[in-house]
């Protein structure tokens, strides 16, 4: 492998960009080496002054670019499974956005097509697995300290929903992450989801089931609840307490700034993800290019990403349908025991 770790970016929107930045400022032992957006005006910018990187409006004429060993996917979901399976076919590890795939069929299918090839090329975006305060709560939870976990009470506010977001999007995405989190924190996969409709505020779009209020049960008897609000307007707000048998232990309290002017103060409240998980998702990228670079996957797989996309479909569904809705999981191939 040359010294520097060459890769393709696909997506060069708001991820994308950021990712892009990354890798050439911050992140040691890797380059942009190629970008595809169907807008190639946006990845000729978010390429502007670096060098030695070629611009794409198609995914795969990226990975067949010069100096391409390794994939970072940043489109839209819709997107993904194509990306994916390209890049397993040209035997390239991927750094793909969450979620892995939208749809369960699509993420399995992702799923089995790694399984065949019988080693592990892709790591999913869950960056929250990144974050200090989240391995701090992993770390207190797995020592044991608290005694079993009980309950996880979440919270997850943006400030607005883009123009595209749907319903079903705050469980498929931004949910996604908690999904993910829960499954991480507690060891345990998630087995059921009912999701209550709040009436929606009237500051989200006309149609925008906006807040939910998604429960989740666990395979061991834990219960997760998640507020999430995408359009609360004052602030980017992830929280998670966990409610164990000998304690509780809550996180997301800390990004603040005390500000004092004009005979007040007041508490800074960052405004979105970009900000808040900044740090998480340079050490995610750090974390994947090291492992890349010795042939390993050291982060959350497609099987989390698989597992991540049918438990938000369940939620979908109880969404759209009302009611409790179980989760059926595929077998856990051998590859990912
Ligand atoms: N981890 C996180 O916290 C986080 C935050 C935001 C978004 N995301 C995820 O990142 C991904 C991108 O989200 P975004 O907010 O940057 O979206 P975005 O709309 O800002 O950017 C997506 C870009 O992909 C381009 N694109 C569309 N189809 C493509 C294709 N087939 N190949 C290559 N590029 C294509 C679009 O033209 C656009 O420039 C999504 O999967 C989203 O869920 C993750
Ligand atoms: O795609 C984004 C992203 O995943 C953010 O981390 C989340 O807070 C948003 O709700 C979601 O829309």
Known sequence: MNDLLGVA??????????HIRRIDQLVS?????????????????????????????????ALDAPGVQAVLIA???????????????????????????????????????????????????????????????????DGGRLGRPLMLHCTHRNVSSPPHFTSAMLVNSSVSHEIDAARWLLGQELTAVTVLRPRPSSHAPEGLLDPQFVLFETADGAVVDVEVFVNCGFGYQVRCEAVCESGSARIGDEHTMVVTSAGGAHEEVAQDYLVRFADAYDREVQAWVDATRQGRVTGPGAWDGYAASAVAEAGVRALEEGGRVTVELAPRPDLYA
């Open 9 to 18: 970016v696909l997506g060069a929107g708001h991820m994308g960009a950021d």
């Open 29 to 61: 032992g890797a380059r942009v080496a190629a970008v595809a957006d169907p807008e190639t005006d946006r990845a000729k910018d978010a390429v502007a002054g670096i060098e030695n990187v070629s611009v794409h409006a198609e995914a795969v004429a």
């Open 75 to 141: 489109s839209p979901g819709p997107a993904h499974e194509e990306a994916l399976l390209a890049a397993f076919a040209r035997g390239l590890p991927v750094l793909c956005e969450k979620p892995m795939v939208p749809d369960s069929a699509g993420a399995l299918r992702v799923v089995e097509a790694e399984a065949r090839l019988g080693r592990r090329l892709a790591q999913i975006g869950f960056m929250r697995r990144y974050d200090a305060e989240y391995l701090r709560l992993k770390s207190l939870l």
